[in-house]
């Protein structure tokens, strides 16, 4: 399975992701990794078993585009993550408003408690 991997602005998100409709990709999922500034946001389409993925890097604070006014099924998958890292989707078809998965009551993001960090290079005679 062939795969490629695509860096885009946010700006671009829905043109891009509508070029793929039309070209006959389906949606197969979307990634979301946490950073310390930032999110980056990876949508996997696929076609005929080659995989494209778009990766958009979000700062957090900022929202995002939805996609599900291109791909309806998309509403899912985002609304997953915005529960799972507190990332608001503008223009949702379906908002749950963060609680798909979670409880009125709770209180952080799961999948924000954990980030990735940059780590200090270990001197060889610290290791």
Known sequence: MATEI?????????????TLKNKGYRLVTMSSVNFDE??????????ELR?????????????????????????LIENEIKDGF??????????????????DDVQKYPFCSVGVKKSAKVKKEDA
């Open 6 to 18: 695509i860096t885009i602005e946010k700006s671009a998100l829905l043109d891009e992701v509508q």
């Open 38 to 47: 930032r999110f980056d946001l990876l949508y996997h389409f696929d076609k």
């Open 51 to 75: 995989m494209k993925n778009l990766r958009v890097s979000l700062p957090k604070g900022e929202s995002m585009p939805s996609i599900s006014g291109i791909y309806l099924a998309g509403f």
């Open 86 to 103: 507190g990332i608001d989707f503008t223009g949702l078809a379906i908002d749950f408003g963060g609680n798909l998965m979670l409880e």
